[in-house]
C-alpha cells in the first residue's frame, strides 16, 4: 500500500531539507527522502553541505587556524605557549560532532514541521493519477506517491580521468575532510574554493602544499584586483600555487602519488606528495534517480532541465540545487527550495541570481556578490570604483589583521552599486550588508550615509563606498 502526500522532496541536503519545511509550513502534506547515512548506518540529513562540505570544512578551518594563532601571532599579543601539538585525529573527531549536530538537527526540524521522513535511495517509478510513484531503497523499502515532486539530489565531485577517487590516496572533499593524520607534502589540482579551503587547512598544521591550477589566473571568476591581492597572501603563507599548467599521468603507489606536470613555460614537471585532492568542479547527482522512467529531461551534463522557475518539463516535477543549472551554492538551493515551495502553494517565490553572495573561508577570507571590474569592462557598463584597505582600519589593527581591502562598484550615471568585492577579515559577514544594499537596489551614496559602528569591520565598507565618490575620510 503507498503512502500519499502532497509533495514529496528527493534529497535532503540544503535545497531539499529547507523546501520540505518550507512546503510544510504552508500547510502542505510532506515526505522527504534522503540516503545519506553516520558512521553507524543512520541517517544523516544535510547533503554534501553538512556531512562533507560546507560544514565540516568550517570546523576545520577554524581549528587550524586556532593552531596558526597559537603557533605564530599569540607572541604578539603577548601570549607565550610552550610545547604547542595538534592531535589532527581529535580535530577531525570535532568535526563529525560539529556534522552530527547539524545532522540531528535537521532531523529536529523534521519532526518540529510534521515532515515525515524516509531514509533510503528515492528514485521514479512511473506517473499515475495524481502525480508520480517513488520507490523508496532503504532497510525498509516503501512506495509513496506524490502529488508534487522536488528533486533535490545534490551533486559530486568531478573525477580526473585516469585517476578514480580512492579516498585513501587520491582525494575527494570526502576524503580531504576525514584525514587524520597531516600529509607531509599534499597535492591538490584545482584552486577553487575546495582546493584552497582544503589547502589552508592542511598548510597550517604543517603540510608542505602545492596547486596545480589549470588556468592562466588565479581565481579567474573573482574581481582581479581582489584575486591578486589573495594570491599574494596566500603565496605569502607558504602555499605554492603554479598556474596554466597541464596535468598529465598520475600514477599511485603505496605511500604517495606522482604527478606529471607541464608549467605555463611547457616544461616537464614531477609532483611526489603523500596524498593528492582533486578538486575540478562537481556534477550533478542523478545516477539512480531512474528519470528516463518517466520521460524527466537532462541535459548534456546531466542537469536536470528547468526553467526560470525550476519547473521540469514534466507537470508537478521540479528541482533545485546543484542538480539544476546556476552556482552550485547551499544558499543559492535554499532559496530555490523555498520559492518552489511557495510557488507550489500558489503563491510568488523569488530568487534573484545577482545577489547572490560568494565566499571562500580561508585566511583572508574572499566575498563577493554582483559583477567584477573584469565584466563590466566585458559589457561595456560605464562604473565608478572605490577601494579601502584593511590597514586603515582601527578594528582591523586591533585584530591583527589588515590584509585586504573593500571594493565597491556603481554605475557611473544612476550611482547603483553593480557589485562589491571583499578579500580580508570576516568577509563572509561583511558581504550581507552589500547583498541586501543590492537587492533593495541601493547607491554608494547610501552606504556611504549610514552610520556604522565605530571602530568596527565594517567601517571598510561605508569608507568603499565613499571613495567611490572620491571622499574617503580614513584614507
Not at 522532496?9 to 540516503?35: F, H, M, S, T
Not at 581549528?63 to 605557549?81: L, M, N, P, R, Y
Not at 545577489?355 to 573584469?374: D, F, K, L, M, N
Request: hydrophobic share 45%; with cysteine; proline share 3%.
Amino acid at each position: 500500500m503507498s503512502k500519499q502526500f502532497d509533495v514529496i522532496v528527493i534529497g535532503g541536503g540544503p535545497g531539499g531539507y529547507i523546501a520540505a519545511i518550507r512546503a510544510a509550513q504552508l500547510g502542505k502534506n510532506v515526505a522527504c527522502v534522503d540516503e545519506w547515512k553516520n558512521a553507524k548506518g543512520g541517517p544523516a540529513p544535510g547533503g554534501t553541505c553538512t556531512n562533507v562540505g560546507c560544514i565540516p570544512s568550517k570546523a576545520l578551518l577554524q581549528s587550524s587556524e586556532h593552531f596558526e594563532q597559537a603557533s605564530h601571532h599569540f607572541a604578539d599579543h603577548g601570549i607565550t605557549v610552550k610545547g604547542l601539538s595538534m592531535d589532527a585525529a581529535k580535530m577531525v573527531a570535532r568535526k563529525d560532532a560539529v556534522v552530527k549536530q547539524n545532522n540531528d538537527g535537521i532531523l529536529y526540524l523534521f519532526k518540529k514541521n510534521k515532515v515525515s521522513f524516509f531514509h533510503g535511495r528515492a528514485s521514479f517509478v512511473k506517473a499515475v493519477d495524481g502525480g508520480y510513484e517513488i520507490k523508496v531503497a532503504g532497510a525498509a523499502e516503501e512506495t509513496l506517491v506524490g502529488q508534487q515532486i522536488i528533486v533535490a539530489t545534490g551533486s559530486n565531485a568531478r573525477a580526473l580521468p585516469g585517476a578514480a577517487f580512492d579516498e585513501t590516496m587520491v582525494l575527494s572533499n570526502e576524503g580531504a575532510l576525514a584525514l587524520t593524520d597531516v600529509p607531509k607534502k599534499l597535492g591538490l589540482i584545482g584552486s577553487g574554493v575546495i582546493g584552497l579551503e582544503m589547502g589552508s587547512v592542511w598548510r597550517r598544521l604543517g603540510s608542505e602544499v602545492t596547486i596545480l591550477e589549470g588556468l592562466p589566473d588565479f581565481l579567474g571568476a573573482v574581481d582581479q584586483q581582489i584575486a591578486k591581492e589573495a594570491h599574494k597572501a596566500f603565496v605569502k603563507q607558504g602555499l605554492r600555487i603554479e598556474l596554466g599548467v597541464k596535468v598529465g599521468d598520475i600514477k599511485v603507489g603505496k605511500k604517495g602519488v606522482s604527478v606529471a606536470w607541464t608549467n605555463a613555460k611547457g616544461e616537464a614537471q614531477t609532483l611526489d606528495v603523500d596524498k593528492l585532492i582533486v578538486s575540478i568542479g562537481r556534477v550533478p547527482n542523478t545516477t539512480g534517480l531512474n528519470a528516463e522512467a518517466v520521460g524527466l529531461k537532462l541535459d548534456e551534463r546531466g542537469a536536470i532541465v528547468v526553467d526560470g522557475d525550476c519547473k521540469t518539463n514534466l507537470p508537478g516535477v521540479w528541482a533545485v540545487g546543484d542538480v539544476v543549472r546556476g552556482p552550485m551554492l547551499a544558499h543559492k538551493a535554499e532559496e530555490e527550495g523555498v520559492a518552489v515551495a511557495e510557488r507550489i502553494a500558489g503563491q510568488h517565490g523569488h530568487v534573484n541570481f545577482n545577489t547572490v553572495p560568494w565566499v571562500i573561508y580561508t585566511s583572508p577570507e574572499i566575498a563577493w556578490v554582483g559583477r567584477t571590474e573584469q565584466q563590466l569592462k566585458s559589457d561595456g557598463v560605464a562604473y565608478k570604483a572605490g577601494t579601502f584597505p584593511f590597514l586603515a582600519n582601527g578594528r582591523a589593527r586591533a585584530l591583527g589583521d589588515t590584509t585586504g581591502m573593500v571594493k565597491m562598484l556603481a554605475d557611473a550615471t544612476t550611482d547603483e552599486i553593480l557589485g562589491v568585492h571583499i578579500v580580508g577579515p570576516m568577509a563572509s559577514e561583511l558581504i550581507a550588508e552589500c547583498v541586501l544594499a543590492m537587492e533593495f537596489r541601493a547607491s554608494s551614496e547610501d552606504i556611504a550615509r549610514v552610520c556604522h559602528a565605530h571602530p568596527s569591520l565594517s567601517e571598510s565598507t561605508k569608507e568603499a563606498a565613499l571613495a567611490v565618490d572620491k571622499r574617503t575620510l580614513n584614507f
